[in-house]
């Protein structure tokens, strides 16, 4: 059983930046993926970051050269640094963590989320 517990979220002005984690443990000794997620109101869930096993990394358009994904195998867990944050960016970040890396099946594993809020 996968446990995600992301922190690191609040509310700042346009420009600002953030530093989301995301603490995962029950990880079995097998390649994960692992990905960011924005739930916006009214929005679909977006996809704004993922990193492979590997360290692949890959980014929504959006979030080119403003995010950066990262993570420490070490103490299980993800990172994603947003700079120059925009209005847009706004919404519930959610981390997630899949040995299919589809996040789209049974095996993906969810966390609860953090708010991010940015004002213009």
């Known amino acids: 059983q996968v446990t995600l517990v992301e922190s690191g979220g609040g509310s700042v002005q346009s420009g600002r930046s953030l530093r989301l984690s995301c603490a995962a443990s029950?990880?079995?000794?097998?390649?994960?993926?692992r990905a960011w997620f924005r739930q916006a109101p009214g929005m679909e869930r977006e996809r704004v970051a993922s990193?492979?096993?590997?360290?692949?990394?890959t980014y929504t358009e959006s979030a080119k050269g403003r995010f950066t994904i990262s993570k420490d195998d070490d103490i299980n867990t993800l990172f994603l640094q947003m700079d120059n944050l925009e209005p847009e960016d706004t919404g519930m970040y959610v981390c997630a963590t899949d040995p299919l890396c589809d996040y789209d099946g049974p095996a993906t594993s969810w966390g609860q989320g953090t708010q991010v809020t940015v004002f213009p």
């Open positions: 029950g990880f079995a000794q097998s390649p994960y993926c």
């Open positions: 990193i492979s096993h590997y360290g692949v990394a």
